[in-house]
């Protein structure tokens, strides 16, 4: 029986679902791989800190160095999160000759390509599974499973923080604020809570998710992020009375030739296969042109799904090292192609709009004129009138509200992109 030596960079949430996996489900990954795992040194930040897991046998260290000088480790699973300093640390790390597996999405979405030609350059494997969706295996199977299809597009929830809040604010009619608390309650989410509800956390992951459905790696600039901060009780309720949920949608497409990738809340109808997806899940929904609409759903963090994850790519580094093959590209898939700027990201708009009387309204636009509406629901004092554009840019869309607030008529009282 053959044992592969790994080491641990951080050991919060995740590494510590590393290790209880390990230690629980050791006879299933003997006979799996045929090799059993030993956690030999695990690297903190704080030594004193008290641990709730059992750690007999492994060595503590807040010194990367004690992993990068070991050679009896072939294989280090960095979980510490943040940029600097587990860029230079699995720089470092690959240099020596040891395989990485990463769930370090802000990283590998910021400095990936060049992390990823390190790892090659060294003949090392670096797997980043859990970078995205937590314990849903979405690169693998987009990897493997459409090698041969032509993606078209790939649009998903892949935060479940926001999701949590927004679930929340819909089904039991919280704030923002009290949905945003409960969160942080419940641990779903952090106590700055900045990056998962600005919609950067979800620009991170859909970067990653971009390159391996359609093989182009997109500059964060080129993401159009847009979080649900601004997201009221009345956008739920008026959503809801339209026929539509309001959801946090990473969407990447093909539009006018061009990549289209964006992060934003938009109205999702209720029959959407993505409308159904609550609290903290998160769902993947990718269209072949081969095979049609396939959805991926799970949990999108927490500490063993996302763990899970983690050990896949472990294991599929065991394999690789008995074949004495590592050094292969997570991902092969690599093209150019346009982008699109994050102003010229198109959609369908729906706006609601309050008219102070019945009469037909003229809505202008530098690209559109439309002289009806496309319905209206009466209450006691106005007419709320629904209206959806053609397909327009950010900023087009921007420039249309700005004239809009204008007209004494009208009074905008929702816009928002439509999920298709």
């Not at 006879?27 to 897991?53: D, E, F, P, W």
Request: one cysteine or more; proline letters at 2%.
């Amino acid at each position: 029986m053959k044992t592969i030596k790994l080491g641990i960079v951080g050991l919060g949430t995740v590494g510590t679902g590393v290790v209880r996996i390990i230690q629980n489900n050791q006879q299933k990954i003997l006979a799996t791989s045929g090799c059993q795992l030993q956690i030999k040194t695990i690297v903190v930040a704080n030594l004193a800190k008290q641990r709730h897991i059992d750690l007999e046998g492994i060595k503590l260290t807040n010194q990367i160095a004690d992993i990068v000088a070991d050679d009896e480790i072939q294989i280090v699973i960095e979980v510490m999160g943040t940029i600097d300093p587990a860029k230079s640390y699995i720089e470092a790390l690959l240099d020596s000759g040891k395989n990485v597996v990463t769930a370090n999405k802000d990283l590998l979405a910021t400095y990936g390509n060049g992390l990823i030609t390190h790892a090659q350059e060294n003949h090392v494997n670096l797997l980043y599974e859990a970078s995205v969706a937590g314990g849903i295996p979405i690169l693998r199977t987009i990897a493997t499973s459409f090698a041969a299809d032509q993606i078209t597009s790939v649009a998903g929830i892949i935060n479940g923080t926001s999701n949590y809040i927004l679930t929340q604010m819909s089904e039991n009619e919280l704030t923002y604020n009290e949905a945003l608390q409960q969160a942080q309650e419940l641990g779903l989410a952090e106590t700055d809570p900045t990056n998962d509800v600005s919609g950067k956390d979800a620009g991170y992951k859909m970067a990653i998710l971009t390159q391996f459905a359609f093989g182009v790696t997109v500059p964060l600039e080129n993401i159009f992020v847009a979080g649900i901060t601004q997201i009221t009780k009345a956008d739920i309720l008026r959503a809801q009375k339209w026929g539509y949920v309001i959801k946090l949608i990473g969407q990447a497409r093909p539009v006018d030739d061009k990549l289209s990738v964006s992060v934003e809340p938009m109205f999702v109808r209720k029959d959407h296969p993505l409308a159904t997806i609550k609290n903290e899940n998160n769902a993947v929904l990718v269209t072949g042109s081969s095979v049609g609409e396939v959805m991926f759903y799970g949990a999108g963090a927490g500490e063993l799904p996302t763990a899970n994850s983690v050990l896949n790519d472990v294991l599929a580094t065991v394999k690789d090292l008995q074949l004495q093959q590592t050094g292969a590209k997570f991902n092969n898939f690599s093209r150019t192609t346009d982008l699109l700027v994050a102003q010229q990201q198109k959609n369908h708009y729906f706006l609601t709009l309050v008219s102070k009387d019945d009469s037909r309204v003229t809505i202008t636009s530098n690209h559109h004129k439309h002289q009806q509406t496309l319905s209206k629901q009466k209450n006691d004092l106005a007419t709320e009138l629904s209206y959806q554009t053609k397909p327009i840019s950010v900023q087009q869309f921007r420039t249309m509200v700005e004239k809009l607030k204008g007209t004494e008529k009208l009074t905008i009282t929702a816009a928002y992109p439509l999920l298709d």
